[in-house]
């Protein structure tokens, strides 16, 4: 029995009705699975099948079964439904405490780095913008900041980072206050990444999907580089560009497990 079963499923969606203004929506089974393994505070988290939650667990992810029984309440699926309309196929969903802000402004600012930082400049694509930050934490950068008005914690841009919010520093900042350390910004005119070292201590900006890198982010930079393209095609995708760079950072390290 979990510890929420004293309570039942009335206490539960009590629970998720007191918490869902102030929380992160984490919306599926993926996602539940990468904010426990990252640390994240769960108070609660609902199923409306939750045998098949625990052997979906059993099968992925043995290391978060136990929190899962824990954590887990079943409650009708139509309840489950008016509380997230857009349901997950896996019929989990959970809420999940927002890191700090002061938090990860600290670890954003800490230097020296062994990883570096994303920059979305000002970007405009909810799925786009999750699907770099699951990229970020993959490779282990320090964190991935936003500027302009997305809300890098918007339940999509979670859903499409599947939870991994909670495994690297996501904040959104004005230009002006960057994280420490050298600027290389993407730019179809800057010099070809195939002939740079990018350092660990790299601040890496990626410009809008519409309109590329803003005026105050180009002032900003230290480096303008660029991806290899062929002739006539006019840009990669955003989430393709921030791997592409990535990978050429981490391509200049020593194989071996990231912690």
Known sequence: MNSTDEAGPDGAVRAWHGLADTSVLLD?????KHALRFGARVPVALTSDRAAALALADELAPDVKGA?????????????????PR?????????????????????????????PVVVLDDPRNLG???????????????????TGTLDPWHP????????????????????????????FALD???ADIRGLKLPDDAVLAFGSERSGLSAALRERADHL??????PQVSSYNLATSVGMTLFHWSAGRPPGPET
């Open 28 to 32: 599926g089974f993926h996602a539940i």
């Open 68 to 84: 899962l029984d824990t954590l887990l309440t079943q409650v009708p699926d139509e309840r489950l439904r008016a509380l997230v």
């Open 87 to 115: 349901l997950h196929p896996t019929a989990v969903a959970a809420l999940a405490v927002r890191p700090s802000r002061a938090d990860n402004l600290e670890a954003l600012e800490r230097m020296p780095r062994s990883a």
């Open 128 to 146: 786009n913008a999750g699907a770099v930050i699951r990229l970020a934490a993959g490779f282990g950068a320090t964190g991935v900041v936003m």
């Open 156 to 183: 999509t841009v979670v859903r499409g980072g599947a939870g991994l919010h909670f495994a690297t520093a996501v904040e959104r900042v004005d230009v002006t206050a960057l994280p420490p350390g050298p600027v």
């Open 188 to 190: 179809a005119e800057g």
């Open 225 to 230: 580089v660029s991806l290899p393209m062929r």
